[in-house]
């Protein structure tokens, strides 16, 4: 669903992943230049990723996905090195808000 709330809005998706461990070899394969990522995740949850992807690469733009009622979660996150977060149920305008001020925080 994220996904297609991206494409539709005219960004490339280039890579999706399963779990946490995916998602950082993919960031280190692929390189984007946005990583939108769950907090709970099986094998390596968002927080632990989040750390792996910004200890080789400090400038990745990480904007993280919650539940309500993860806020602790979402405070790891931000404090990890995440740039935004949308809280789930999310909505389009608070999707593209995050990742268009995460891009732009250059």
Known sequence: MLKDLLATDGFD?????ANGEEA???YHELKPDLV???VMMPRMNGVEATRAILSEDR??????????GQESLIAEALEAGARAYVL???SR???LAAT????EDR
């Open 88 to 90: 789930k149920p999310f």
């Open 93 to 95: 305008d608070d999707v």
């Open 13 to 17: 998706v280039v890579g999706e992943a």
């Open 100 to 103: 268009r001020r995460s891009l």
């Open 36 to 38: 939108t990522m769950d």
């Open 59 to 68: 400038n990745a733009r990480i904007v993280m996905v919650s539940s309500v």
């Open 24 to 26: 950082v070899q993919l």
